[in-house]
């Protein structure tokens, strides 16, 4: 029976016999296909990512010297003297990404005025927990 089994890679312009076989299913159960996805779950899915991470580190900060102690590896403890950097960065990349979402997806007014809210608590947040890791 005729299935989808592999994914070549065509040059425009270039003749078809010179495509470059990329992907094969052996296992004719399985059908192939190559597709997109505009689906703004995963765009907010991976700006979570970067949240959680700061958010994580943030806390992990706090308990540097009990887990250091324990022998745990966290994010502060791996990070170093890096880990405030990586919080602000991680909370840039978070907001960059829900700012270019609203973008290209259109969101109307709320969802930008959100967005104003949440960049001076987070700065503040990060300001606070910078000025706690200096003078300790």
Known sequence: AWRPYVVLRHRLGSDPAEDVQVLTEPDERFWLGVGTSRDERWVLFGANLFYAFAYDTEYAMVDRDDDARLGLRTSALTLGRFDVAAVVASYGVMLAVLLALGLSLEYAWPYFLGL????????????????????S
């Open 116 to 135: 104003a809210v949440v960049i001076p608590l987070l700065g503040h947040a990060t300001w606070h927990l910078y000025r706690k890791v200096v003078t």
